[in-house]
Structures are given as C-alpha cells and as structure tokens.
C-alpha cells in the first residue's frame, strides 16, 4: 500500500534517488549517511521548522532535565497552568554542578550548585516588577537544562528543535523537504566541475523549501508562546 501519511523514510528516499541517477547500490550506505548528515545537520538546522515538545522528568538530586536523543537547540522550558505554557526564566547567575559529593552524583550546597540568586535583595535601588521564581540555565557540557523551584513537579516541558533523529533510528521526512534533501546528497557526492551547479541546484530547492515551511524561526515560536503573558503590577 502506498505510504500516504506525508512523510518518508529516510532510506526511501536515497532508494528513490539511486534509481533516479541509476546509481548502483552498493553505494547505498554511503548516500544514506550523506543523507542524515543532509536531513539532521543542514536542512532541520537552517531550512524546516522541526519543533517538538516533550515532557521530561527532573532529576529529583540535581534539579535537571536530561535532553532529549533528537536535541539540537533549545527553545524553552516550562509547565502548564490553567492550559497554559508558562515558561521559565533564564538565569545565568544559577551554578552548575560540578561533579560527585561523597560518590554520588549530587548538588554540593555548599557551594550553592544550582541556587539562582535572589537579585532584588541585593539590588542597590528599585526592586524589579514581576519576579519569576522559576528559572533555569542551560548546561550544554552535560547535555541538560537545570531548573529551580521544582522541588514540587515531577515533569516539566521542554520545547526543542529536533533533528528529526529518534532513539530507534527511523528517521522520517517531510515529502515537501525530499527535493531539497535529493539536491544535497547528489551535491555532496558529486566531484568535478559540476559540483559547483549541483550546489546551485541544491541552494535553489532549500530556498523553496524555506518559502515552503514560512521560516518560522525559533524566535517567532517563542513569541508565539509568550503572548498570551502580560507584565502584572508589582505589590
């Protein structure tokens, strides 16, 4: 039966392109690696919209949300009230874990690992409106996010971009995208000097490709999500 769900596999898709080329296919597994490093690396990251939510659990000992396999960049964090996303607030001041604390992976209050300083009690002049006692700071070393004044939720949700790559490795694409993905695996393997036209040819399909999806940015997302919040009276 014909696949009619709007997307592919990854490998149909370089099935499809070996035919198209009349390539044979002992050069499948090659094209296929191409082909990820294209969908994952390049076409996500700069051309598709591929934003994903997921509830992930906190770390009970260390106050962190662990990233999800398909992470590529980060969106933002948060729960829900009311049916509504409110979104945490970045705190770079929050200190990150550095290690074990008697073998165990652990925070080190001592040196206040992971506690966001409360700046309007050091502040000189005018306390600030609209405290937000949540926040978070991203740890990119240790592929997490740390999170404050959860002691009370189990679960948060995380807004990410994905790079379209699940655990199980079945990797699936947009059949909008399959040109623009075509065009940089014959680009990528191709050598000579019609490299440089196949090159043109792929930045011509990726720019339909980007007209395609609106280029909704991770900015815009993150807009979207915060304007329903206003800024209330401080008391």
């Known amino acids: 039966m014909a696949d009619i769900s709007g997307y592919v596999n990854l490998g149909q898709v370089v099935d499809s392109l070996l035919n198209e080329q009349q390539i044979s296919r002992k050069e499948r597994r090659k094209f296929l690696q191409v082909a990820l490093e294209g969908f994952s690396r390049e076409l996500i990251v700069y051309h598709m919209n591929y934003f994903k939510a997921a509830w992930i659990e906190v770390s009970a000992s260390l106050g962190a949300v662990a990233w999800p396999s398909d992470y590529v960049d980060f969106i933002a964090i948060g729960y829900n009230i009311g049916g509504e996303f409110w979104s945490f607030t970045e705190d770079e001041g929050i200190i990150i874990p550095a290690g074990t604390v008697s073998g165990q992976d652990t925070l080190n209050t001592s040196r206040g690992e992971n506690q ?31 999170v404050n004044g959860t002691s009370n ?28 993905l075509k065009d940089y695996i014959v680009w990528r393997t191709t050598v000579g000097p019609s490299r440089l036209v196949k090159r043109q040819e792929y930045h011509d399909s990726a720019r339909d490709l980007r007209d395609h999806e609106g280029f909704f940015t991770k900015d815009q997302f993150l807009d979207l999500v915060a304007r329903t919040k206003h800024q209330g009276i401080k008391r």
């Open 153 to 180: 939720r189990t679960h948060l949700l995380l807004y990410y971009v994905s790079s379209g790559v699940n655990a199980s490795g079945n990797t699936v694409v947009p059949i909008y995208a399959e040109r623009a």
């Open 116 to 146: 966001s300083v409360v700046r309007y009690k050091i502040a000189s002049y005018a306390t600030p409106g609209g405290l937000n006692s949540d926040h978070y700071k991203i740890d990119r070393q240790n592929r997490r996010v740390l």
